[in-house]
Each structure stands twice: as structure tokens, then as C-alpha cells.
């Protein structure tokens, strides 16, 4: 393999830089062009590549997004559209592809490939956490921190002005963020998709809360849960409990996919990346690179999209444990 593409695609995520440039020098150490393609399928369809070096790559790993950037290309859906790609990347002599990205990233890869050929292996880049193959994928670390952050802050006032707070983070229909920054951030009760929690418990955690006189309260709602938004947890359980309780509502949105990515953000992104290069070096494709128990291994796209991924039930129960 002389030549290849890597892009970005879908939601972007801290550390997916630092995922390109370890493709790129490690494509560069060893002596293989590297095309990036930019805006996902969509520049693959439009054309949108340049050749890169390795000071193309300078000055990036502490940055948050991606410098290829992302998009999400309904023409790619389209058999006409992914055969527009194909002559691109012919025109080029691109030979592989490493795509970062999540489910849907790998999705149209799986299919690009089948109908093609052209080798592709992913690299998980979703701050959901969402994906089965891997332990954890990229910017998810640096997504709890940033959510514990502002819990921490919401938890101050909380205490000062005798409040509860239903703060809502991201991950879809995953509760992987909602977990851990709850459990870090010390939450009275988590709500994710994964697991139903009927707005009956939510009111009597609260009640148990107040009978051993605790002011103030957070409770974590996973943008996926059955119940709903955190505003429409927060109005289920208004008139369940004092309508003279102060209840606030914080959506923490899209400030948990920015900022710059953690360290352990920055060196998972680095091995994955080097991994998903060499993976295809060494013959691998439709595959996505992960690390389970600190070990490289390759999942194929087909199991990485359709099997699940569930939450440990043990940090479920921590929660309840911790809240006493």
C-alpha cells in the first residue's frame, strides 16, 4: 500500500486531531502518501483532498474538533453518490481508507467496502462511548470532565440557594457520560436510556434526601432517557412533589464536544489512530481499531454496529450506594 486517505465523520470529539496526526506521521515513518480528505464523505464525493506532510499535522494534539473537519453526507447514502467517491479516490490512487468517526461513520465504510473493495479501517472517535470494540472511544473522557466541570460549579449553588438541579448531558442513547460525571460529581440519582427510572423514584429519592434534612440535590438526565429532556423530567416531578421546591434545569449541550481533549483523550487518540494505520497496513479491513484492557484489537464494522455496548451495572448501584 503506497497511498491513503484518513477524514473525520459525524459529531466531532476532543482528540480526533491528535487521531489524524498520528495517522499522518505514522503513514510518513513509514513511507506512505497520506491524502486528507476533508468534510468527511462529503469532500469525498466533492473532491475535497489535498496531500499531507508531517507539518501538516504540527501544533494540533492539543486541539479540540478536527482540522479536516465533518459532515454528514446524504449523497453517500446513495449508490450514485458512493460511486462518485470511488472515481475520486481512483483518480487519486488512494488504496485504504481510516475513517474516524462512530456508528454511522463505519456504516457507510462497511458499505463503501463491500461494494468496492477499498480496504478501510476505523478509529472510534464519538464522545458517546457508545461503541462495542473498545473500552472507550475518543473525546469521551474529555466530554465527562467537562460535564463534571459544570457540575461541580451547579453544585455550589445548588448547596447556596437550597435548589435541585436536573442537569441533562449528552450521549444519545447512551448513558456513559450521565454515569461517570454523576458518580465523579457526587449526584443523588442518574437517569439513562440503558436503564428505565420512573419519575415515582425520582420523587422518592428526593423525599428520602429531605428526610435526613439534605437541601439541596442533582440529579443527571442523559439526553436518551425514556422520561424525557431534563426540562420534562423537572415538570413531571414539579407537581409531584412541593410546588414550593426551587427546581432549576441546565442543559449542558455541545460545550461537552469542545475544548481541548485530556491527556488520556490525546494518548488513546494516538494509539488508536497508529493502530487503525498499521491495522491496514498489515491487511486489515471493515474493521474498526480499539483497546480493550489496554490491548490493540480490531472488531469488525458489522459487530461494532450492531451489537450493544451496556453500561456496568455495578456503577448503576454505586450511585444509589453513594447517594445515601
Request: glycine share 12%.
Amino acid at each position: 500500500m503506497k497511498r491513503i486517505g484518513v477524514f473525520t465523520s459525524g459529531g466531532d470529539a476532543p482528540g480526533m486531531n491528535a487521531c489524524i496526526r498520528a495517522v499522518v506521521r505514522g503513514a510518513v515513518y513509514h513511507g506512505i502518501e497520506v491524502f486528507g480528505i476533508r468534510r468527511g464523505y462529503s469532500g469525498m464525493i466533492a473532491g475535497d483532498v489535498y496531500k499531507m506532510e508531517s507539518h501538516s499535522v504540527s501544533n494540533i494534539v492539543q486541539r479540540g474538533g478536527t482540522i479536516l473537519k465533518s459532515a454528514r453526507s446524504k449523497e453517500f447514502m446513495t449508490p450514485e453518490g458512493r460511486k462518485k467517491a470511488y472515481n475520486n479516490l481512483v483518480d487519486l490512487g488512494i488504496e485504504g481508507l481510516v475513517a474516524i468517526g462512530g456508528n454511522g461513520t463505519f456504516t457507510g465504510a462497511m458499505i463503501f467496502g463491500n461494494e468496492y473493495g477499498i480496504p478501510t479501517v476505523g478509529a472510534p472517535g464519538t464522545i458517546d462511548n457508545d461503541l462495542y470494540g473498545t473500552d472507550y472511544t475518543i473525546g469521551f473522557d474529555t466530554a465527562v470532565n467537562t460535564a463534571l466541570d459544570a457540575i461541580d460549579r451547579i453544585r455550589d449553588t445548588a448547596s447556596s440557594h437550597d435548589r435541585i438541579f436536573f442537569i441533562e448531558v449528552m450521549g444519545r442513547d447512551s448513558g456513559y457520560i450521565a454515569v461517570q460525571s454523576g458518580i465523579a460529581g457526587g449526584a443523588e440519582l442518574v437517569m439513562v436510556p440503558e436503564v428505565l427510572t420512573p419519575i415515582s423514584e425520582v420523587v422518592e429519592t428526593l423525599k428520602q434526601g429531605w428526610s435526613r434534612s439534605k437541601s439541596s440535590s442533582i440529579i443527571i438526565v442523559a439526553e436518551g432517557d425514556e422520561e424525557g429532556s431534563a426540562q420534562e423530567v423537572a415538570d413531571k416531578i414539579k407537581v409531584q412533589v412541593d410546588e414550593n421546591a426551587d427546581i432549576r434545569v441546565t442543559t449542558l449541550g455541545h460545550t461537552q464536544r469542545g475544548g481541548p481533549p485530556s491527556a488520556y483523550d490525546r494518548i488513546l487518540a494516538s494509539r488508536l489512530g497508529l493502530g487503525a494505520l498499521e491495522g491496514l497496513i498489515g491487511g486489515h479491513k471493515n474493521v474498526m481499531a480499539g483497546i480493550i484492557n489496554n490491548d490493540l484489537v480490531y472488531t469488525p464494522f458489522e459487530d461494532t454496529i450492531r451489537l450493544p455496548k451496556p453500561i456496568n451495572e455495578d456503577l448503576l448501584r454505586m450511585v444509589k450506594i453513594l447517594s445515601v
